[in-house]
């Protein structure tokens, strides 16, 4: 069982993005337990701010549904707050006696601290401050719970997360493929060491620096970087899947996509990740490649990016291409035999009449159709 999960799924503590300048906003602020009196309304406000808005399935994102995987919430939630947390005691999760102590903080804490995606300490101090303030007030606002980890309906738990039932493991492999291994489009705007990269020196005014870059607190800095979201982790260098610190930092990049949106699970082909480094107005009609094959497409329409288009299919300059089917199969060399009905040699494959190809784009798209069945969409 994932214990860093869970904790994360209960206390609610938002994500903080990846981007080191794109602001996500603060976190939400912890409640002061110290304030709080022991009383039904108190332990309902307690409750609703660390427990409610992740079981009920109203939150849209947070990093409790980025590490929910392979989590049961069932297990301790149950048909009250006060059946909860006796379970949670019952279970030997929690510590009434000595809170800081509790099972359940040390696991929280065996989290990444340098994870741009969750913030280990402030989920650490928001799971203490529910179990404090029900060691004060647990006994003389609920009383005695009998059989607390039964109270539950048995029903499976309304929390949505964006990878369902599916692995992390098995979508990391997915993403891994489809995006990891050609991430170096992307790299070098939207990572830290890509900013690093476009950093030029010491300014007062963008007219003390040179081309394009501009002065931001005192720093010359390539508009790209600077200004893209840094959701790529890691070094220029290439990541190998049997490097377990490799692993990791694919798996915090997949969750600064996730977390900061850039994946729709309703609508994969208009997710950012694969509508902004696209051709701009351009809409594929039929998308083919490895794992992927949509026989007919109306969504995932290329808009305006500032990075200028990444698939592009080498027309630089909309609106030379609308639309097209893209098509990058590699199941058939051209001369083996006939190309089917439909189909034509491009590129030393058969493939659609008419299609462009750029394998990217087809991989990206996969893993975002990939994620949308995960999440039962």
């Not at 005192?218 to 692993?247: I, K, M, N, V």
């Amino acid at each position: 069982m994932r214990w860093i999960g869970l904790v994360a799924a209960l206390v609610g503590v938002a994500c903080r993005g990846a981007a080191t300048v794109v602001d996500r906003g603060p976190d939400p602020p912890i409640v002061d337990t110290a304030a709080l009196q022991c009383t039904e309304e108190d332990l309902a406000t307690s409750y609703g701010r660390y427990v409610e808005p992740f079981v009920s399935g109203t939150t849209a994102t947070s990093c409790g549904q980025c590490h929910m995987t392979g989590v049961d919430l069932g297990l301790y939630v149950q048909d009250t707050p006060c059946e909860t947390f006796a379970c949670m005691e019952q279970l030997g999760v929690v510590d009434a006696d000595d809170p800081s102590s509790s099972t359940i903080l040390a696991q929280i804490r065996m989290g990444d601290p340098q994870s741009s995606v969750f913030d280990v300490e402030a989920e650490a101090s928001a799971m203490e401050a529910w179990i404090r303030w029900n060691a004060s007030c647990h006994e003389e606002v609920c009383g005695s719970v009998e059989d607390a980890c039964a109270a539950g309906t048995g029903a499976a738990s309304t929390g949505r997360t964006p990878i369902g039932d599916c692995s992390e493991e098995d979508l990391l492999g997915v993403f891994w493929d489809s995006v990891i291994v050609d991430r170096g489009r992307c790299l070098i705007c939207h990572s830290d060491v890509g900013q690093e990269q476009g950093t030029f020196g010491p300014c007062e005014t963008t007219e003390d620096c040179e081309l394009q870059q501009i002065c931001e607190e005192g720093t010359c800095y390539a508009p790209g970087p600077l200004l893209a979201p840094h959701f790529f982790e890691g070094t220029t260098g290439a990541l190998q899947w049997s490097d377990a610190e490799h692993r990791q930092i694919g798996l915090n990049t997949m969750y600064n996509v996730v977390a900061l949106g850039l994946v729709s699970t309703s609508s994969p082909l208009d997710s950012p990740l694969l509508t902004k480094p696209l051709l701009e107005d351009f809409t594929p009609t039929q998308i083919h490649g490895p794992g992927i094959s949509l026989s007919s497409v109306s969504t995932g329409t290329g808009v305006a990016h500032g990075g200028t288009s990444k698939f592009n299919f080498g027309c630089h300059h909309p609106p030379c291409l609308d639309a097209a089917p893209v098509d990058c199969r590699t199941e058939q060399r051209c001369g083996d035999v006939p190309c089917p009905d439909g189909q034509v040699c491009s590129e030393g494959f058969c493939r659609t009449i008419g299609s462009v190809c750029d394998p990217t784009y087809v991989a990206y798209a996969r893993f975002a159709l990939y994620l949308q069945e995960c999440d039962g969409g």
